[in-house]
């Protein structure tokens, strides 16, 4: 029997879904660091034109496949063209590998959440020579497979339309806080100030496109996904107001996180320790500290878990295609499947250190597939779908073949792919040097 399509209760269901697959750990965390050590302010400019001329194209350009299939991304790419079942596949299976890692630190996010709310905050090296990690892997993935378990409205959507809310109250609330403690002007000045030399060096470029791809998690199929179960919103301004609440959102995290390293006096450039050791140590010196490091983590709970879900969405809704599978079998599957491939990277940060090339597996996984594989992921969507697909068709999703049109088609089929490359060169010289 083939099942009727779920569809998004309305337009902002859609919309707080897709924000929150957008706005995840790399917002909140990796993007204050990145502006850091890549020239401050100036930072924004190369981000920005990433986000509007490469990112919102790309998001368009899935948004629009999936609607116009009607369907996930290895049936849509095969009903572009049956050659392109692989390539579908390869998207399948890149998503499931970074979501295995990204459950593992959802998990950590979670473990810190806990233990600033008991008054109790752990040191980073203490809680991974233990099996914690483990433990609180395995509750992210329940949490994630609960949700979608329960489908696109009553899991997915539901999920966003309580957790987005409460994420932006949160980092609101923690914003005003930061603004007025004592290390506030140094702490902007570090994040914000411009250092404008930086703009013409190809890495900070490189930095912003990868950024860029990654917070909006473009490339991945998940857009693709959620346009399936979309009806007629116009998916220029839907992009739009994702892509803005995405970088507002990570603006925001930075004038959380650098005032506080300021006042506490530790290291702004501490690079990915900083989430994890930094900051802790921050909420440890300063007033209240235990009630803002709960709240920290839980806002970071939150938007990790909104991504997460969107990403298993991807395998799920596969499966569900495919092999005409229901739901729930579909995700205990999917969920089973994910939890042993990350499994490698959640013991990497327990007791037994597993590591390969002298490198912790996570850290590994995050390069192979976070990394190279999303943008190599990235590159198949724009190609497939840009070169192969039917213009008309794609017109026919965008609002018609005016000339803001074919200025987005023109940046899918060569300004995407061409930043795509670069990017991808740059990492792989980054990885061997
Ligand atoms: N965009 C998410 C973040 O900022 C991460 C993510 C990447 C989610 C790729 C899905 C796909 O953390």
């Given at each position: 029997?083939?099942?009727?399509?779920?569809?998004?209760?309305?337009?902002?269901?859609?919309?707080?879904?897709?924000?929150?697959?957008?706005?995840?750990?790399?917002?909140?965390?990796?993007?204050p660091?990145?502006?850091?050590?890549?020239?401050?302010?100036?930072?924004?400019?190369?981000?920005?034109?990433?986000?509007?001329?490469?990112?919102?194209?790309?998001?368009?350009?899935?948004?629009?496949?999936?609607?116009?299939?009607?369907?996930s991304?290895?049936?849509?790419?095969?009903?572009i063209?049956?050659r392109?079942?692989?390539?579908?596949?390869?998207?399948?299976?890149?998503?499931?590998?970074?979501?295995?890692?990204?459950?593992?630190?959802?998990?950590?996010?979670?473990?810190?959440?806990?233990?600033?709310?008991?008054?109790?905050?752990?040191?980073?090296?203490?809680?991974?020579?233990?099996?914690?990690?483990?433990?609180?892997?395995?509750?992210?993935?329940?949490?994630?497979f609960?949700?979608?378990?329960?489908?696109?409205?009553?899991?997915?959507?539901?999920?966003?339309?309580?957790?987005?809310?409460?994420?932006?109250?949160?980092?609101?609330?923690?914003?005003?806080?930061?603004?007025?403690?004592?290390?506030?002007?140094?702490?902007?000045?570090?994040?914000?100030?411009?250092?404008?030399?930086?703009?013409?060096?190809?890495?900070?470029?490189?930095?912003?496109?990868?950024?860029?791809?990654?917070?909006?998690?473009?490339?991945?199929?998940?857009?693709?996904?959620?346009?399936?179960?979309?009806?007629?919103?116009?998916?220029?301004?839907?992009?739009?107001?994702?892509?803005?609440?995405?970088?507002?959102?990570?603006?925001?995290?930075?004038?959380?996180i650098?005032?506080?390293?300021?006042?506490?006096?530790?290291?702004?450039?501490?690079?990915?320790?900083?989430?994890?050791?930094?900051?802790?140590?921050?909420?440890?010196?300063?007033?209240?500290?235990?009630?803002?490091?709960?709240?920290?983590?839980?806002m970071?709970?939150?938007?990790?878990?909104?991504?997460?879900?969107?990403?298993?969405?991807?395998?799920?809704?596969?499966?569900?295609?495919s092999?005409?599978?229901?739901?729930?079998?579909?995700?205990?599957?999917?969920?089973?499947?994910?939890?042993?491939?990350?499994?490698?990277?959640?013991?990497?940060?327990t007791?037994?250190?597993?590591?390969?090339?002298?490198?912790?597996?996570?850290?590994?996984?995050?390069?192979?597939?976070?990394?190279?594989?999303?943008?190599?992921?990235?590159?198949?969507?724009?190609?497939?779908?840009?070169?192969?697909?039917?213009?008309?068709?794609?017109?026919?999703?965008?609002?018609?073949?005016?000339?803001?049109?074919?200025?987005?088609?023109a940046?899918?089929?060569?300004?995407?792919?061409?930043?795509?490359?670069?990017?991808?060169?740059?990492?792989?010289?980054?990885?061997?040097?």
């Amino acid at each position: 029997m083939v099942q009727d399509r779920e569809q998004w209760s309305s337009t902002l269901g859609f919309i707080l879904a897709s924000i929150g697959s957008a706005v995840g750990i790399g917002n909140i965390w990796r993007f204050p660091y990145i502006v850091g050590v890549n020239g401050g302010g100036a930072f924004l400019v190369p981000y920005v034109i990433s986000v509007l001329l490469f990112g919102v194209p790309l998001m368009m350009l899935e948004l629009a496949i999936g609607r116009s299939t009607g369907k996930s991304v290895v049936s849509a790419f095969q009903s572009i063209h049956r050659r392109f079942t692989f390539a579908g596949l390869i998207i399948v299976a890149v998503v499931s590998l970074i979501l295995g890692y990204y459950l593992v630190i959802t998990g950590w996010v979670l473990a810190y959440a806990l233990s600033f709310i008991i008054g109790q905050p752990m040191a980073f090296d203490m809680f991974t020579d233990s099996y914690l990690p483990l433990i609180f892997f395995l509750l992210s993935g329940l949490t994630v497979f609960v949700t979608v378990r329960s489908g696109v409205r009553k899991g997915i959507e539901r999920a966003s339309r309580y957790l987005i809310p409460v994420l932006i109250a949160i980092l609101l609330f923690l914003v005003a806080f930061s603004l007025t403690q004592p290390g506030a002007v140094e702490g902007i000045g570090f994040y914000l100030a411009p250092d404008t030399s930086n703009l013409t060096d190809p890495g900070v470029w490189i930095a912003a496109f990868g950024q860029a791809f990654f917070s909006l998690s473009v490339g991945m199929g998940i857009l693709l996904t959620f346009g399936s179960y979309l009806r007629k919103e116009s998916l220029f301004r839907s992009g739009i107001i994702i892509a803005a609440a995405d970088t507002l959102i990570a603006i925001l995290a930075g004038l959380i996180i650098f005032p506080l390293v300021f006042t506490s006096g530790l290291d702004p450039a501490a690079g990915v320790n900083l989430a994890f050791v930094t900051l802790p140590s921050a909420f440890i010196r300063i007033q209240f500290g235990m009630m803002l490091g709960a709240l920290f983590f839980l806002m970071l709970f939150a938007a990790a878990l909104t991504s997460a879900v969107s990403m298993l969405e991807v395998p799920v809704a596969a499966l569900m295609d495919s092999y005409d599978c229901p739901r729930r079998r579909a995700t205990l599957l999917v969920v089973a499947a994910i939890m042993l491939l990350g499994l490698p990277s959640a013991l990497s940060y327990t007791a037994l250190k597993f590591s390969v090339f002298g490198m912790p597996f996570l850290d590994l996984a995050d390069y192979v597939f976070g990394t190279i594989g999303l943008i190599a992921a990235a590159l198949i969507v724009a190609i497939v779908g840009g070169w192969f697909m039917n213009r008309i068709r794609i017109c026919a999703e965008i609002g018609g073949c005016g000339w803001r049109q074919r200025v987005y088609m023109a940046l899918i089929r060569y300004g995407v792919p061409a930043v795509l490359l670069v990017t991808l060169a740059g990492s792989l010289l980054r990885g061997a040097g």
